[in-house]
C-alpha cells in the first residue's frame, strides 16, 4: 500500500484545483466538470496527486486536516504570492504565531510556516497535521497503512515517506472528538498487487478504524475511518 491522493471536496473543483496547482506547482492530470486533479512530484520522494472533487456544499464542521506551507526565509514573499493567486488573510483565533494563516478560495485554512528545521526538502508543502484523538495509536495506524515512518518533528508523532523527502504526516492532538460530517480534506490509499483489500480491511479494524458504508453509488473503492473517525479511503490495486 502507499498513499496516492489528498483529496478536497469542492463546490467549483476547477477553480479550486487550479489555485492549489499553482500553489504546488503541480502537473496537471485530469479536468473535468466534477474532478480536477494535479500531480506533486517531490524530487527522490513521493509523488502525490491533490484531487478535488464535487460535492454541493462544504460541511461546517471545524477542518481537522490541512496544509501546512513552505515558507521558511521566504515567507513574507510566499504570503504575498498566494494573496495573489486568490488566497486570502484568516484568524481563526491562531493570536501571535510565527506562521501566516491564510484560507484557499473555498475557505479552507492552510498556514504558510516559518523556518524550521524539519521542513528540509518537504517540497512545497511542508506538513499534513491530521487531528488524532491518541496520536501514538494514530501513528501506528498510519505508519502501518502508507509504509511512512517516524520522523523528527513538533507534533507528538510525526511520519515521513521513507525517502525522508517530501511533506510530513503530523498527529496532533484533536480540540473536540470528530463529529459525524466528513472532513473536507482526506488520504487515499492506493493497494500494491500483491494486497489483498479484505485482508487491509482487516487490518485496518484490527488497528482500531472502521469500515464505514456510505449511500454515494457504486464505487471501485472502499471508504474507512481512522481509529479518530477521520475518513480514508483505500483504492484498488491498477492493473
Not at 489528498?6 to 496547482?21: K, N, T
Not at 501546512?68 to 501571535?96: K, N, P
Amino acid at each position: 500500500m502507499y498513499l496516492e491522493n489528498l483529496v478536497f471536496d469542492a463546490v467549483e473543483p476547477q477553480r479550486l484545483g487550479r489555485f492549489w496547482e499553482m500553489v504546488v506547482g503541480g502537473e496537471r492530470l485530469t479536468d473535468e466538470p466534477d474532478i480536477f486533479e494535479t500531480r506533486l512530484t517531490v524530487e527522490g520522494g513521493p509523488v502525490l496527486d491533490l484531487c478535488f472533487q464535487r460535492v454541493p456544499e462544504l460541511p461546517s464542521e471545524p477542518l481537522r486536516f490541512h496544509l501546512d506551507l513552505l515558507g521558511g526565509t521566504s515567507q513574507g514573499a510566499e504570503v504575498e504570492r498566494l494573496l495573489a493567486l486568490g488566497a486570502r488573510h484568516l484568524d481563526i483565533g491562531q493570536g501571535d504565531v510565527p506562521w501566516v494563516v491564510l484560507a484557499d478560495p473555498e475557505g479552507n485554512p492552510c498556514c504558510v510556516m516559518e523556518d524550521r528545521a524539519a521542513y528540509v526538502d518537504t517540497g512545497p508543502i511542508a506538513a499534513l497535521p491530521l487531528h488524532s484523538a491518541d496520536p501514538d495509536r494514530d501513528a501506528e495506524f498510519w505508519s502501518w497503512l502508507t509504509g511512512w515512518t517516524d520522523a523528527p518533528g513538533v507534533a507528538p508523532r510525526t511520519l515521513r515517506h521513507l525517502s525522508l523527502r517530501g511533506p510530513l504526516l503530523e498527529l496532533c492532538p484533536e480540540r473536540e472528538p470528530k463529529g459525524i460530517a466528513k472532513n473536507r480534506l482526506h488520504l487515499d490509499v492506493r493497494l500494491e498487487p500483491a494486497d489483498d483489500a479484505d485482508d487491509v480491511a482487516s487490518g485496518i479494524a484490527e488497528r482500531g478504524g472502521r469500515e464505514l458504508h456510505p449511500d454515494w453509488g457504486d464505487l471501485p473503492w472502499r471508504v474507512f475511518a481512522d481509529p479518530s473517525g477521520n475518513e480514508l479511503c483505500v483504492l484498488p490495486a491498477r492493473s
